[in-house]
C-alpha cells in the first residue's frame, strides 16, 4: 500500500505499534464506571502535581477546544485580548474571544 502523506492540523501520523493497540477491544469510557474512577484518580493526581486545590479538568479533544476552553475561562466581558492572525486558527480564537465578550486585536 502506498503511504499517504495527509496534511491535516495535528498529529496525523500513527506507528503500526500503536494501530495495532487502538484495534484491541476496549470499553465505551461514557458508559465504563471503571473510567470514571481512573479519571478521577488521574485528575487528583495531575492537581497534587500542579500543586492546585482548583478543580481540574482533564478534556480529550482537538486543539481548537483547548482554545476555546482558554477563552472560556479567561476572557471577560470588554477584554482586550491580542491575537496572532496567523490563519485559520488566529481566526478561530478571535471569535472566540469575541464569543465570551472580549475584542480581538487582531496583530
Excluded at 476496549?26 to 497534587?48: G, M, S, V
Excluded at 486543539?63 to 492572525?85: F, H, K, Q, Y
Aim: charged share 25%; with cysteine; proline share 3%.
Amino acid at each position: 500500500m502506498k503511504e499517504m502523506l495527509i496534511m491535516t492540523p495535528g498529529p496525523t501520523a500513527v506507528a503500526e505499534n500503536v494501530r495495532l493497540a487502538r484495534a484491541k477491544v476496549t470499553t465505551n469510557p461514557d458508559i465504563d464506571l471503571e473510567f470514571y474512577d481512573f479519571y478521577k484518580r488521574t485528575c487528583d493526581k495531575l492537581a497534587q502535581f500542579l500543586k492546585t486545590k482548583n478543580d481540574l479538568r482533564i478534556l480529550a479533544g482537538e486543539g481548537i477546544l483547548g482554545l476555546e476552553a482558554a477563552c472560556a475561562s479567561l476572557t471577560e466581558s470588554g477584554d482586550r485580548v491580542l491575537v496572532l492572525d496567523n490563519g485559520i486558527f488566529g481566526h478561530g480564537f478571535a471569535e472566540f474571544v469575541e464569543l465570551y465578550g472580549g475584542q480581538a486585536l487582531l496583530l
